[in-house]
């Protein structure tokens, strides 16, 4: 739909022209006897046509020829306007309106000279049909459509004193409020004109009939790109108009979002400096209008969870540490992406300092902060549920709730990972950190591991305490079978952790071979099968099975419901047994070169009470026991 115009007027628009850069004439066949100046413009005009349509020009030609019609001697009269709005060019379209030139009113100057008709007292008064009457009439049609309101809107800011008086600004407003909350559907095949002529060129497909010029369907995105072109304040007032009339608090944030976007530079997306609709470049603010611009959109967010992307309130904080936020406006977008911590990216979360007092590379604090906002309000449907022990193990709980806690506890991994290798990073900002985590959350600590590994890489000079301490934080329990292989062969960590890992690899594996030993004797009750598959189990081998069941990367995984798993022959469980027996001894190999004293270790091993099968002469020699472990051809590189 095009824009709409109205032409006016009926004389040819030839007879106003310039007669030097600073100068305007009216060619009649009489001879100009009044002179306006506007500015630095002069219009070289006749009495007779101003006075009869403005009440102010003829009040100042009155007072400066005294009231005599000759103006003191056929001399011309001067007067000055210089505070008409719209400046010279709504002056000029006044003037060719009392002469009844042709003049074309359109969206963009339909505000200045309705400003200009109201200073100029153009009114009924002083003629029917005058300036006032049909600029107002046009501006109500102006107002009917999307496109146009937006550029008089924009054109209000030349005369925004004179426009917020005439309340042209507020019903601009309201206008452009309605259709943006209004369904796009109702606006007919074409929406207005928000279809450009591209989009209406193009040709769709549907059951094999082309069907030229129809349109995509609208998103209720439709209206940010022309919404986030107005200045901040006339923004602020389009954006509190349409969430009085309803707008959704997504749609508010979406435009919000977007107006941040286009606008603050460390948002702005590469080449995304212009508006293609209206085809004007984005001006760079300075960081001064920049820090004011983000902390508003802060404000005006909706308080709803969710209505904005964690990424984009990341992005937003990102920015803040820049530009120097305030406290407020930094603590309120902590607080916003914390609430909804498990849908952010690792890249996002590293944010950098930028404070000359900052010891480490990235916001370690503020990670924190949001870390422990998120645990407050997602734990504490946790904390009082009966699903979950004293101790914080979990029992038995939805994993549709247990779901953000373990994408958090991810997150909260890597995150470690990367910043530990800040040799700036205090052990106990590291601890911290990884505590807020609970135990229940992680399903391996494989992760955790990795972290960990990585911190103490980069931080050679803590002390065997300190190591013990960090340690600590990880379940030796909940390592996988490659996390505990690179472990029992990790010189960074102490021996007391690596024998732990040793420890309970090897009740992990005598589960797996009591697994096999189990399907061995039922192999040997079902040998006299033809076939060789093992019977059923009975009601007492399942209670039995299950209180040795152990299913991981490399274990057995007992059968369910009463049936075995795949038949296996007896050969293939004596193979299987003879493969743990190398391993067996390869472990004890490995604790042999572990560097410490025998004697040492043999007490350590006591106090973690580590039993097994060994001879009466190795026990009396007080040798380590042999303990399971992965030989040199499984071993794999875990760390970095």
């Known amino acids: 739909m095009a824009a709409a115009t109205k032409v006016i007027g009926s004389k040819p628009s030839e007879c106003f022209q310039f007669q030097d850069p600073n100068t305007w004439i009216c060619n009649t066949e009489l001879e100009s006897d009044a002179v306006v100046e506007v500015g630095e413009i002069s219009f070289h005009l006749h009495k007779s046509p101003l006075i009869n349509r403005s009440g102010t020009l003829q009040k100042l030609i009155n007072e400066a020829t005294g009231g005599d019609d000759d103006g003191g001697g056929g001399k011309p009269c001067t007067v000055r306007l210089d505070d008409v709005p719209g400046g010279p060019e709504a002056f000029r379209l006044a003037a060719m309106f009392c002469y009844d030139v042709r003049m074309e009113l359109n969206a963009g100057n339909v505000v200045p000279l309705r400003c200009a008709a109201e200073h100029l007292a153009m009114t009924e008064e002083y003629g029917e049909e005058n300036l006032v009457e ?91 790109k022309q919404a986030s072109s107005f200045r901040l304040p006339v923004y602020k007032r389009l954006i509190a108009a349409v969430r009085s009339k309803g707008m959704s608090p997504e749609n508010v944030a979406g435009s919000l979002m977007h107006y941040a976007r286009r606008h603050l530079s460390g948002l702005r997306r590469h080449g995304d400096n212009s508006d293609g609709a209206l085809g004007t470049t984005t001006a760079v603010l300075s960081d001064g209008d920049q820090r004011v611009l983000l902390e508003e959109v802060v404000v005006l967010l909706p308080a709803e969870k969710g209505v904005a992307p964690t990424r984009s309130l990341l992005g937003l904080l990102r920015t803040a540490t820049v530009l120097h936020a305030s406290a407020a406006c930094r603590d309120a977008l902590e607080r916003r992406a914390g609430n909804q911590l498990e849908e952010a990216m690792l890249e996002d979360l590293l944010i950098p300092n930028t404070g000359y007092s900052a010891e480490t590379l990235y916001d370690v604090d503020s990670a924190q902060r949001m870390l422990e906002q998120f645990m407050m309000t997602s734990t504490s449907a946790f904390a009082a549920s009966p699903e979950i022990t004293d101790e914080g193990h979990l029992v038995d709980a939805p994993s549709a709730e247990l779901m953000p806690v373990s994408t958090v506890a991810k997150l909260v991994d890597g995150y470690l990972a990367e910043v530990g290798t800040d040799a700036n990073l205090k052990l106990s900002k590291f601890q911290t950190i990884a505590a807020l985590v609970p135990d ?18 980069a931080h050679p000079w803590l002390t065997d305490s300190e190591r013990e301490q960090l340690c600590r934080l990880m379940n030796c329990q909940k390592l996988s079978l490659e996390a505990c292989t690179h472990a029992a062969q990790n ?43 093992l019977p059923r189990r009975t009601e007492e081998d399942v209670d039995f099975a299950a209180g040795s069941e152990m299913t991981d990367e490399g274990g057995f995984a007992a059968g369910r419901h009463g049936e075995l798993s795949p038949a296996i022959s007896v050969e293939e469980v004596r193979q299987r047994v003879s493969e743990l027996e190398e391993e067996c001894s390869s472990m004890r190999q490995e604790i042999r070169k572990l560097g410490k004293p025998k004697s040492a270790l043999s007490r350590l091993l006591g106090k973690l009470g580590l039993g097994g099968r060994s001879s009466s002469r190795e026990r009396e020699r007080e040798e380590p026991l042999p303990l399971p472990g992965a030989s040199d051809k499984r071993r794999m590189s875990f760390g970095c």
């Open 440 to 457: 229940y959350a992680r399903a391996i600590d494989d992760g955790l591991y990795r972290a960990i590994d990585i911190y103490l890489k």
């Open 134 to 224: 049909q600029a107002e009439a046009f501006l109500s049609q102006v107002l009917g459509t999307w496109n146009d309101a937006v550029r008089a809107l924009h054109s209000c800011d030349a005369v925004l004193p004179d426009a917020e008086d005439l309340l042209i600004v507020p019903r601009c407003i309201d206008s452009l409020a309605s259709k943006a909350c209004a369904d796009p559907t109702l606006f007919g095949w074409p929406m207005l004109e928000y279809y450009t002529a591209k989009s209406l060129e193009e040709t769709v497909v549907w059951n094999g009939i082309s069907a030229a010029g129809k349109p995509r369907s609208l998103g209720a995105d439709w209206w940010y």
């Open 491 to 533: 010189e960074r960590l102490p021996l007391r952790v690596v024998v732990q890992v040793l420890f309970f690899e090897q009740l992990r594996l005598r589960t797996t071979v009591a697994g096999w030993f189990f399907v061995s004797d039922n192999a040997d009750r079902g040998s006299s099968s033809d076939n060789c598959v």
